[in-house]
């Protein structure tokens, strides 16, 4: 029987509509209207499943299965403008959105009008009207006068290092603002609530060089302390594989360098001594005192990265 059939099918889309609101959850500041959009959806789908279970229950004839689909159209053409939000396409650009920007973010802008839209999402936090916060200069000047185990960061970001021709090529970028800036660098910057690190990889990413990285793998950790009292804690992540053309952006101009052809003098100092083993296949893990871009002391451990 045909409504039968639709019926059980009906299930699984429910399920993956509920599915889906669970992921917005990760996104919940930028994700509000799509949420109740794919809430409003699953119960559009919900209702018309109880109409078919209805006519099949009583024996009814098949054919109203025809005005019992028009009752959750109507409804759902009632709620139309809460429901038809999804969009593929920037509205101030045109520029073809990815799939994350289409099921989450309610803005549906790429990233670069997004950032000319809420500059206050990635401008420094003085912008936000918050007490200041007084770091306390750190004495330390050697890793060995820090214990690690107990530290903690003030805040916690990724770099995400991108391969293409079988690994022979990485992307790194001429970074314009921010920590660094000037510097070269791989496309990061910091973990924001409600997200994981590869989550971070792959957002900051796109946002930096207009590429997405596919699948990105966490290589290492490094945990800096400055002078100066700021701490950082950095997840480094490879990806091999990624979509879409690099392009230069208000926050860094993207380029492919061969891998044995690595800038190491226009970069972190302590890019040297770690990155080539990551590059070797090794995870690593980091500790390093710095006073402002000058590199004090430095404790790197390799290990064998799992296949």
């Known amino acids: 029987m045909i409504l039968e059939k639709i019926t059980n099918e009906m299930y699984w889309f429910v399920i993956a509509v509920l599915a889906l609101n669970l992921f917005q959850r990760k996104h919940q500041k930028r994700s509000q209207k799509k949420r109740t959009a794919t809430l409003i959806a699953a119960s559009l789908v919900l209702l018309?499943?109880?109409?078919?279970?209805?006519?099949?229950?009583?024996?009814?004839?098949?054919w109203l299965g025809?005005?019992?689909?028009?009752?959750?159209?109507?409804?759902?053409?009632?709620?139309r403008s809460k429901i038809a939000i999804f969009k593929r396409i920037c509205p101030e650009c045109g520029e073809k959105l990815p799939l994350k920007v289409t099921l989450y973010f309610d803005d549906n802008l790429c990233a670069d009008c997004?950032?000319?839209?809420?500059?206050?999402?990635?401008?420094?936090?003085?912008?936000?009207?918050?007490?200041?916060?007084?770091?306390?200069?750190?004495?330390?000047?050697?890793?060995?006068?820090?214990?690690w185990d107990e530290w903690e960061p003030q805040e916690t970001a990724v770099v995400c290092y991108m391969f293409r021709g079988d690994g022979g090529e990485v992307m790194l970028i001429h970074?314009?603002?921010?920590?660094?800036?000037g510097l070269i660098n791989a496309p990061g910057g910091r973990i924001e609530d409600f997200e994981t690190a590869?989550?971070?990889?792959?957002?900051e990413t796109e946002e930096e060089t207009g590429i997405t990285p596919i699948n990105p793998v966490q290589v290492g950790v490094l945990n800096f302390q400055f002078v100066d009292g700021y701490s950082l804690k950095g997840y480094v992540f490879f990806a091999y594989d990624h979509t879409g053309e690099e392009k230069e952006t208000v926050e860094a101009d993207p380029?492919?360098?061969?891998?044995?052809?690595?800038?190491?003098?226009?970069m972190w100092e302590d890019d040297q001594y770690w990155l080539p083993e990551a590059l070797q296949?090794?995870?690593?893990?980091?500790?390093?005192?710095?006073?402002?871009?000058?590199?004090?002391?430095?404790?790197?451990?390799?290990?064998?990265r799992p296949k």
């Not at 018309?48 to 098949?62: E, Y």
């Not at 839209?117 to 306390?136: N, S, T």
């Open 198 to 203: 590869a989550e971070a990889a792959v957002r």
């Open 66 to 79: 025809i005005p019992a689909l028009i009752v959750p159209l109507a409804i759902g053409y009632r709620f």
């Open 114 to 147: 997004r950032l000319g839209k809420h500059p206050e999402m990635y401008r420094p936090p003085e912008k936000v009207e918050e007490p200041e916060i007084e770091i306390e200069p750190s004495e330390a000047r050697k890793v060995e006068d820090i214990d």
């Open 281 to 304: 296949g090794k995870n690593i893990t980091g500790n390093f005192i710095f006073d402002d871009r000058t590199m004090l002391s430095k404790d790197i451990q390799t290990f064998k």
């Open 255 to 266: 380029f492919w360098a061969d891998i044995n052809r690595i800038p190491y003098d226009k």
């Open 175 to 181: 970074k314009k603002r921010g920590l660094g800036n």
């Open 48 to 62: 018309l499943n109880v109409l078919f279970v209805l006519i099949l229950t009583f024996g009814l004839p098949q």
